[in-house]
């Protein structure tokens, strides 16, 4: 039977989606404007459905702490919160990639920096890819644009967690939170077993069977020898990463003489704008990346050589722009629009940035 | 065929839900549909707004600097949305709420006096299905079946007893609004 076509919020189509992945746990404290997750999870009582465990930890800290724990133990575990909370869980995120530990975190980003604003922004997109942590760690990082998406990206964030054991973050913001679209919600998936769990995660801590040496999870290593090739190995799975995760979408680029690039609900406004500018003559297109790390680099690279000028559209100050230049190196000219603090930009205050800062300047 | 609305008026004013029942309406009949409030303190007594989008077609932006139909239920949200109605659009506003005169000589300008009409039902709570008629006598986007079934699907079941009030109210506000 086909799905029901369902009318919901961004953050509400995250509980549901969770829950019919056949999520373990979910652990979280409340903040505007992610609350939803948690609220929703709590209403649909999936501990009594599905055993699937629903807890508000006493603070953010516990609550990555407690992902931690479970992931330790092969569950697939997620946690969920906005800007400052997310900073907050980034020592438990370190951790996490540094022992190679799958698990789904959510953040709807809000404008900062401190508590800032609950309005919408995208401001967090440096932390998310460049470190927010410490040490040479790398966050699987989707961005989706579409209440679709925000259930879709459930069961895929956690297939590329547990594929490169390794942390997955959604990173989305106020607007695809609090937004209702038409969402196709996906089919329930049983939970795993624990021996399902032992087989195809021999590394979880699951209780020693007599004859196998102990399963250790950790980040320490104090022999720095030791800490180089753990190092090393991390390195070799991000470059795999790199070479087979990219996701990207394009959205009338075939003919395009300029390109806007924008992620998450900064690329719903974009494709307005693009569809704005095409009725005054000028041809634009827009490529969203789906994934903002691994960056669609090559692709980028590519448009350099086709177009006159790209404009990076953010809700923050300039900070994906800085990628999209490294991938052109220079070969074109690239330029950001931005607004800041939880204001946000419409199409036509895209489409005129995109002439005062592109187009009057070929 | 689209239709980008904005409903705008004070917190409690049943501004969201009103927008609600239309997504929903526009669910029921095969549409795309985007929603998107306007959260946090404004919905907390100060000026509260959602913006619906009814689409045959799949919806870009949800955030638009210009709208088709803006339904206008307060002072300040009239300052606010009547420069960014389309020339040709529509604006529709609660008598009770606008003090000040509507400039805009190029767009269609309707009166609904939804606020007495809900005085005289005995009835605060069907302010904005009145509202919600006289959208619907005006542009009739969705069929009424359909409304019917939208308003059904976003009261949960223990509300359904309302549901003959309600579909009163929205007939009711087909009858009161007039051209301006």
Known sequence: MAEEIKLMKGNE?????????????????????????????MAETPWEKTGMVVLQAESEVAAINMIYGGA?????????SSSPGISLKQ????????????CLIVNVMRGGPGLGT?????????????????GDYRLITLAPSSVQEMADFVSLGFDLAFTYANPCMILADGIIGQMMEKVILPPYRKRK??????????????????????????????????????????????????????????????????????????????????ELARLEGIRLGLLRPITLW????????????????????????????????????????????????????????????????????? | MKQEIIIAGFGGQGVLSMGKILAYSGLMEGKEVTWMPSYGPEQRGGTANVTVILSDNPISSPILNQYDVAIILNQPSLDKFESKVKPGGVLIYDGYGIHGEIRRKDINVYRIDAMDAAIEMKNDKVFNMLILGGLLKVEPMVKLENVLL?????????????????????KKGMEIIRKM
């Open chain 1, 13 to 41: 189509a995250i509980a549901h989606a969770a829950i019919r992945y056949g999520t373990d746990g979910y652990f979280g404290y409340p903040i505007t404007p992610q609350s939803e997750i948690l609220e929703t999870l």
């Open chain 1, 118 to 134: 609950i309005q919408p922004s995208q401001a967090d997109y440096f932390q998310t890819v460049k470190g927010g942590g410490h």
């Open chain 1, 91 to 102: 020592e438990g995120i370190s951790y996490l990639a540094g022992a190679d530990l799958p």
């Open chain 1, 294 to 362: 691994p960056f669609p680099k090559v692709i980028i690279e590519a448009y350099s050589h086709k177009v006159k000028g790209m404009l990076s559209v953010e809700l923050n100050a300039g900070q994906m722009v800085e990628d999209v230049r490294l991938a052109v190196n220079g070969k074109v000219k690239v330029e950001h629009f931005g607004r800041l603090g939880g204001i946000v930009f419409t199409p036509d205050e895209i489409l005129v940035a995109l002439k005062e800062k592109i187009i009057t300047h070929e």
């Open chain 2, 150 to 170: 939208g308003l059904k699907k976003s009261l949960p079941e223990r509300r359904h007893k309302l549901l003959p009030m309600n579909e009163a109210a929205i």
């Open chain 1, 193 to 274: 077993t624990e021996a399902e769990i032992r087989e195809e995660s021999p590394w979880a801590a699951q209780g020693k069977p007599k004859g196998r040496k102990p399963n250790i999870v950790t980040s320490l290593e104090l022999d720095p020898a030791l800490m180089e090739e753990k190092n090393n190995r991390f390195q070799a799975k991000y470059r795999k990463i790199e070479e087979t995760e990219v996701r990207y979408e394009e959205f009338h680029c075939e003919d395009a003489e300029y390109l806007l690039l924008a992620f998450g609900s900064s690329a719903r406004i974009c494709q307005k704008a693009v």
């Open chain 1, 72 to 80: 330790a133990s092969g569950k697939r575990v997620m946690t969920s």
